[in-house]
């Protein structure tokens, strides 16, 4: 774009349009995002119940190219793998890598938003708060209608085009379905989400606590449970995790079905909420002091994925990161994918910035294979979250592919490492784990033990049918 054009025009300033903005702002675009909720850092973060947010390689490579990694990494906790809590009381630690080169990062979603909007205004993005997208139409460039909620009036802007960085409930996705259907599809997962607290230690009476939380509290500690950890209580079709955060409490998430028993539909009240934990996470529940007044309190969250058969609209406008593919939690690539789409998306922008249209093209094009990989294996790993993670078969055949991968480095990648600390492409590291998946069933079947498999046999397996990887 040359001097005098217009400039690029964000919907949504939530954590992927933020970086966008600043990565294209960096470039020398004139950016402007107009996002619907006030601005977090006056009126403090409002956007509503979220699960912690999982920083892995994919997202940190978008940090760094923002120049903003040292400044976030102050917000983060690291997480070295999954604490398991077994119903019996007992934990331990799964590894999600090799050792502490190979870890993800905890982060509040909020504090990540501000330093972000920090960023993209230094960088020289205007932010436009409080602007709720009412309509858009699209002729000789792309005319929008915004509700201005401070001054109750409506206000029309005018651009070239826009990106939808507006979430899964996008406004400007839905403006452009009714221009030219996109193919949307929701499919629910059937389960749902209330989130509730673990407090910093500070916050607990000593004599309400654990002996280890309260060992914790008299050293002067700050958290309750394992600080470096991504905590799970595994209960087959339902779950609860706790994730860390950096001033020392944690955010716990009870994912339950919708219907059945239990569910949502079962418990229902707060007295149900504590009877099930009481059954179920019995060692929870001395750490979660409000536990009824934050069951009563939080709504249950939607977890559904997002399909479009189509991301743009020509030249005129473009959906990233959860506008265009929202998924699942369950891998915690959600935010991950959708800086990796920011980047990909900047980078495009820059190198061919007269052909708009052949860029929303080709950003598509690059970008759905992945997106739709990621999608399953988010599905896949709900599975794996809550039920096999205490499954001996489950954990057979992760032993062996950790052994496989000290035997065969660059050839044996396990999925998980593949998607969390590599950047290869989402799309590749479900193929490549999909080979693996089934090459390790057929070695552990009828096995209980790993000193019962064949190592030789395992071996001409794995150079039969995994060729050598240049990971990213």
Sequence with gaps: MGEGEPGITIVGGG??????????????????????????????YAGGRSINLALAERGLHGLRLAGLTEEIMRLAVMMRGRMVHHRDGHTELLRYGRDDSEV???????RLNIALIDAAERAGARFHFGRRLLSAAFGNGVTMQFHDDGADT??????????????????????MNARHPLGERVEQLGHGYKELEVPALPDFPASSLPSAAAAALARGERFALEPNALHIWPRGHYMCI????????????????????????TVATPAAARALFEHDFADAVPLIPELEKDFGENPVGVLATLYLDRWHLGGHALLVGDAAHAIVPFHGQGMNCGFEDAVELAELLDAHRDDIAWTFAEFERRRRPNAEAIAKMALENYVEMRDSVADAGFLLRRELGRLLAERHPGRFVPRYSMVTFTR?????????????????????????????????????????????????
């Design 15 to 44: 954590l992927v349009g933020a970086l966008l903005a600043t990565l294209l702002a960096q470039r020398g675009f004139a950016v402007d995002v107009f996002e619907r909720r006030p601005d977090p850092r006056e009126a403090g």
């Design 104 to 110: 993800i990062w905890s982060i509040s979603r909020g």
């Design 154 to 175: 409506a206000h029309e802007h005018g651009c070239a085009f826009a990106i939808g960085a507006d979430g899964a409930g996008s406004a400007l996705r839905a403006a």
């Design 242 to 265: 706790a994730l860390p955060n950096a001033e020392g409490s944690f955010t716990v998430t009870l994912f339950l079905p919708n219907a059945g028993d239990p569910s949502f539909a």
């Design 424 to 472: 290869m492409p989402y799309a590749q590291a479900f193929a490549r784990g999909a080979i693996q998946d089934t090459l390790l069933r057929e070695l552990t079947t009828g096995r209980e033990r790993l000193d019962e498999i064949p190592l030789d046999r395992a071996d001409a397996l794995v150079r039969e049918r995994l060729t050598p990887l240049e990971t990213q």
